[in-house]
């Protein structure tokens, strides 16, 4: 079976994706500086899947490391690049750092495999569409202007994927621009590990539920959508990690009609905050505690996903509602209130 690299791999979607690879009997090697991730994950892997993926401990951008990896490690057919910095508020206050980890941890990789064929799945984001014009967003929407240097990031790397693929054949490169992931794997034994305050608003539901925090703030009830709080395309992290296996067999089957192609991966279904809200207390029988405030800079209205090319030509589908995104990301938060990550 292939034998395919996931950097990024002991972080939140690449554990995922590095089970899900496993269950489909490729053979995985994980780069990871564990700059925002934990070494227990590799053993939280092996318990799910029996299999301990090879892993390696370091920075992706390092360029001699990087060469000297992939020249040692010629039977890499694939590469799941998940490595990157993804704090968009962090992002604002040291945009250097953002732009210096995720464009050299790219630049190295591609590099790395320059002369060689190698199928590349890059982590993308809805984040590059901004408020779209049109509902649900298609892949031919146009990039808006960043909001942040994290959003600036992704679109800068699909460019730098788009100039690189055109120049030479050998690179297969999917780019999956992500709507909003959430929950955890079935087992509990996996699953986000926000450091410090969450941003996001699962890991805030289920940090609040616990004790962990206070009562959730809704940012902003004056939007125009049903309820006047924000919508958002949540998928379950464990459909999205199947898409990337999905993208793959594309690129290993040649299905590939141009070799840089781009999809959505969401669930092409929008929720409100208040939704989420409801769809975890209905889930999980917890009454949450929550109040309206102001709206939070920066936030688009709403987006989710037309998720029809990513359907018909990568034989892709989410198959997990709200109910078990909700369920598990409270079993996961239930798991890691008595199992310490470090
Ligand atoms: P994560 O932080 O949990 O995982 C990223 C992993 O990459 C971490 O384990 C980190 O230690 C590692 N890493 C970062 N820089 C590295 C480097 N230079 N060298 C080696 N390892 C490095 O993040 P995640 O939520 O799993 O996100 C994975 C990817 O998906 C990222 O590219 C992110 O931008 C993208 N994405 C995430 C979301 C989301 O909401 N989580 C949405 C859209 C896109
Ligand atoms: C979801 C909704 C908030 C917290 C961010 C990044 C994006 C992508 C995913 C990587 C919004 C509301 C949130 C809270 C709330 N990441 N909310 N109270 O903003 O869609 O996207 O993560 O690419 O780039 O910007 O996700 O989870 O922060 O917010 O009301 O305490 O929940 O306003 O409407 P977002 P989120």
Redesign the pocket.
Known sequence: MSKILV?????????HTVVELQNAGYEVVI???????SIQILDQITQISGKKPEFHQ????DETQVIDFISKNQDITGVI??????AVGESVAKPLKYYR??F??LINLLSAFAGKEVNFVF?????VYGQPDVLPVTEAAPVKKAESP?GNT?QIAEEILVETASVSENYHVISL?????VGAHKSALIG??PIGVPQ?LVPFITQSAIGKRGAITVFGNDYDTPDGSCVRDYIHVVDLAKAHIAALKRQEEGRMEKNFEIFNVGTGKGSTVLEVIKAFEESTGVKLDYKIGPRRAGDVEKVWGDVSKAEKELNWKAELGLEDMMKSAWAWENYIKDNSFS
């Not at 690049?81 to 993804?86: D, I, R, V, Y």
């Open positions: 950097t990024g791999g002991t972080g939140y979607i690449g554990s780069v990871d500086n564990l700059d925002n991730s370091f920075d992706l951008c690049h998940f490595a990157a910095h993804k980890n995720n050299f941890s982590s993308s984001s809805c984040t994290y992704k621009r992500y709507f909003n992931p986000e590990l996001n």
